[in-house]
């Protein structure tokens, strides 16, 4: 009888080798789930600005001529620029969306039952979608490291990259 070369493993081996199989698969959902909570973890917190710069329709909107910064807010005269809106002697903007300079004009919506606007536009819009671009960066890492998806992982960090670089661009320049 001619032999196969074929030895049978035994049961503690292909135990051993399916636990590790299920090991490999709890941590490539537990990378893939982390992965998950950071992208919407930056979609939650930039949809708060986001939405009132993109979903204009129904809020106020006009011009806030800048009057005073500090290193947070910058605050000034609201003036409306659509129908329902109504003239605010104060109202105060992320100071990163600005020059920071006494006189500067920006065009803004209020934000719904609050003092605070934000800028609108291509910059305002781009602002307000940075913690989603900080947010595609970890992520990246995450990918990378944790599933070895070495493409998909670039793929999400330079998405990141643009987001923050035209961000950057449109309101430095």
Partial sequence: MAST?????SRTRR???SMYGL???AKNVAMTLVAL???VAGVWSSWSDAKPTILTKGLERGTLTVSRCDDDWCTGRFTPGSKG??????VRVDAAVTDGKKGERLLVAVKPGKDEVVRTGTAGVLHAWVPFGGALLLASLVVAGGLRM???????????VAVL???FATLTF
């Fill in 5 to 9: 070369g074929i030895t049978k493993r």
């Fill in 23 to 25: 090991l490999l698969l």
């Fill in 85 to 90: 809106s109504e003239a605010r002697p104060k």
């Fill in 150 to 160: 070495r493409r998909t992982a670039w793929g999400l960090g330079l998405a990141g």
């Fill in 165 to 167: 670089g035209a961000s």
């Fill in 15 to 17: 135990a051993g080798e």
């Fill in 37 to 39: 909570l950071i992208l």
